[in-house]
């Protein structure tokens, strides 16, 4: 199966004009894809921290229910929506891409 890389790129696009220098780079299309793609993975990482997170205060109780010596609990409802968000970040700044010079 042969990808048309024009029309995917056109759905995802930065709103650059055609002829921005920009676009004009060799491998402006090569990184636009390879910042995708890592955009996707990163998202992903923080959905399964967010999963975790949910998991973590339905099993809990909302923190009610907690072995002896359960501060990791407590650790992991600071450290995982921290997480989730740090993720979150990276992967809207990996798919907005590199903020570029307006005159």
């Not at 979150?88 to 891409?97: E, H, I, S």
Request: aromatic share 14%; glycine share 8%.
């Amino acid at each position: 199966m042969q990808w048309h890389l024009p029309i995917l790129l056109s759905l995802w696009s930065n709103n650059l004009a055609e002829s921005s220098p920009e676009r004009q780079h060799p491998h402006f299309f090569r990184r636009q894809r390879v910042r995708r793609i890592f955009a996707g993975i990163a998202a992903l990482v923080s959905a399964f921290w967010i999963f975790y997170t949910i998991r973590l205060l339905v099993v809990t109780a909302f923190l009610t229910r907690l072995r002896a010596g359960g501060g990791g609990a407590r650790i992991g409802a600071v450290a995982f929506p921290v997480l989730a968000l740090i993720f979150g970040w990276g992967a809207w700044r990996l798919w907005r891409g590199a903020p570029t010079e307006r005159a």
